[in-house]
T-cell receptor, first 116, second 111 residues
Framework: EAGVTQFPSHSVIEKGQTVTLRCDPI?????LYWYRRVMGKEIKFLLH????????ESGMPNNRFLAERTGGTYSTLKVQPAELEDSGVYFC??????????????FGEGSRLTVL | DQQVKQNSPSLSVQEGRISILNCDYT??????FLWYKKYPAEGPTFLIS?????DKNEDGRFTVFLNKSAKHLSLHIVPSQPGDSAVYFC??????????FGPGTRLSVLP
């Protein structure tokens, strides 16, 4: 069974440009999360989808960030326009919903974003 | 304002000895706690968890202890192995599955 996959693994862009990160969760996982780790600090929550609905987007830093999950399958996270402080590793994670949910998140390998 | 704190950024332990990683939290609404391990250039992987109704959970060489009154949990690894060298994240879940992570502790197990 395929795990959580993220693309691209690394993106280098200029300040002001746009980047779109993609996440494919484990098949059948209704919960999808985006997290960010900046400069080796804590892994910070950005938002949570349940199927195609945004359950919690309290961690989104500002309106330059837009996350979508059309059809409740894969998700994209767009940063437009990118700023220097957006640099970091963006992790996507997924988990089951309901009685089988032990609380375990399955993480992807992350997309490293470098804004110059 | 960090709700989950790991005050030791790094820890070095001799192979075969016990590794103790600590985590403190401030939110009394957390009901589920997890430890994740992360190798370089990889995503975090789930290691072990504990519910707030328990004070200990053991899985092989890994044991997690929870002290609710002190809002403190710890991960014990015994015996430590070089392959355990990684960054360990403590995480806590509020109701509604919103996970909060600590900043991580880098464990180095020396051969």
């Amino acid at each position: 069974e395929a795990g959580v996959t993220q693309f691209p693994s690394h993106s280098v862009i200029e300040k002001g440009q746009t980047v779109t990160l993609r996440c494919d969760p484990i098949s059948g996982h209704d919960n999808l999360y985006w997290y960010r780790r900046v400069m080796g600090k804590e892994i910070k929550f950005l938002l949570h989808f349940v199927k195609e609905s945004k359950q919690d987007e309290s961690g989104m830093p500002n309106n330059r960030f837009l996350a979508e999950r059309t059809g409740g399958t894969y998700s994209t996270l767009k940063v437009q326009p990118a700023e220097l402080e957006d640099s970091g590793v963006y992790f996507c994670a997924s988990s089951l919903l309901g009685g089988k949910n032990t609380g375990e998140l399955f993480f992807g390998e992350g997309s490293r974003l470098t804004v110059l | 304002d960090q709700q989950v704190k790991q005050n030791s950024p790094s820890l070095s332990v001799q192979e075969g000895r016990i590794s103790i990683l600590n985590c403190d939290y401030t939110n009394s609404m957390f009901d589920y706690f997890l430890w994740y391990k992360k190798y370089p250039a990889e995503g975090p992987t789930f290691l072990i968890s504990i519910s707030s109704i328990k004070d200990k959970n053991e899985d092989g060489r890994f044991t997690v202890f929870l002290n609710k009154s002190a809002k403190h949990l710890s991960l014990h690894i015994v015996p430590s192995q070089p392959g355990d060298s990684a960054v360990y994240f403590c995480a806590a879940r509020e109701r509604g599955q919103n996970f909060v992570f600590g900043p991580g502790t880098r464990l180095s197990v020396l051969p």
